[in-house]
């Protein structure tokens, strides 16, 4: 089975100027026909819509809603009422996508690179921000934003962030910050409170345009390449590192052969798997690399269920003609992969690095080479569980053209037990950041 992450889709900056089409306005019908359509398609897709929200309270909040909405609104006011909406049902791939493209670069937009921590909430600055007679340093801690606490700007950021674990939700916050901030709450100035070497500070600093915001870790984890490798011959060690399962499946593979022919012509002992800023993409990708590290046949998945509609069918995706909820398992439908053959498998040690943020089939990837038994995961649990929503479909909305993705199959991960669903835990917790130094030690000892 294929298992494709919205949540590379979701977060990837855009550089886009459409000054015409941000600034288009919906009437109140409009947008109303937008939520039933959104509505009509998730209920239509999804394998199981309220699993996590009882469908009682999510219509109440649709009605709410319906029943505050303007008489006219821009695309962002849209996304603003309608994306709370996908994130109560409590799947990372279902989702409204921000609408960035309708973005023209000229926004007033909050200054400061930041990152939200994922187990406490807390604001921290990732780089200086210095203008004129203001410095503001690299790991302070924001407390006020214009008057509201960091933890209330946070717990209102959420309702736009989908996922089945707070603490991924909390690092696709980090991502998307100063947009989010953007729409919630729109500013000229900011007066910042923070806290720094046992010290409270405040200073009112300017918006700047959105095209020159410099978001470190959007640019640790989209800069290029996606994927790539390093061997280290002294230490004994090889480092494959790789944001994202996307990208040309040929030339990842190609990497990966490479990859591996080096290791083994060069006698390198041990393989640290780098998947802390991976938030998915194809599960055939990592089948890829598993092909080297297993030694018998493997599937990531145990078990879909896949709901089969017409809709779904209509949507381009390849099903059974029947209607209604389709089991796949490794009976029907699931097939073995066989691994490399033995002279081109690799059987030194792995360590895999994961952290909050690794989801969907970067999640799955860990989780195979965890269970089956050829690597250790250094690192954090990932926001990817055990068992999870999976395989989407895109349409846009009628009226304001935001993209909606839908998962329409529940995916079981080989090994997963339905009754103690989780992440991929780590065998040396440590924090994300601290995972690589920790794996070097683990090979140096």
Known sequence: MKKTSLFIIAIIYIAAFNANAQNQKLSRNEVVNDIDTMLFLIN????????VCPESKFYAEVEKVKVQLPDSMDIFGVYKELEPLTVLLGDGHTVLNFPRNRFTGEEAVFPLSVTVNSNDSTITTSRAYTIEDITIPSGAKILLINEMPYKNIIEEMLRYHSGERIFFRLEKTSVNFSDILYILYPSEKFEIEYSYNGRIFKEIINAIPRKNVQNDLVMQ??????????????KNVAIFTIKSLTGKKKEFEQMVEQMFAEIKSQHIGNLIVDLRYNGGGSSDMGDILISYLVNKPFNQFCKSEIKVSKTVKSMGVDLPDSIGILTADTTNYIVFINPKPEE??????VYVLTSHMTFSSASSLAWLLKQS????IVGEETGGMSISYGNIVRKKLPASGITLAVSFAQMYLTGSDENNIHGVLPDFPVDSTDALDKALKLIEN
């Open 373 to 376: 038994g050829v690597a250790k």
């Open 44 to 51: 239509e897709i999804h394998p199981n819509m309220f699993a």
């Open 221 to 234: 984890l989209y800069a290029p390449p996606l994927y790539s490798y390093v061997i280290d011959k002294e």
């Open 344 to 349: 081109e498998r690799y059987t030194g040690n």
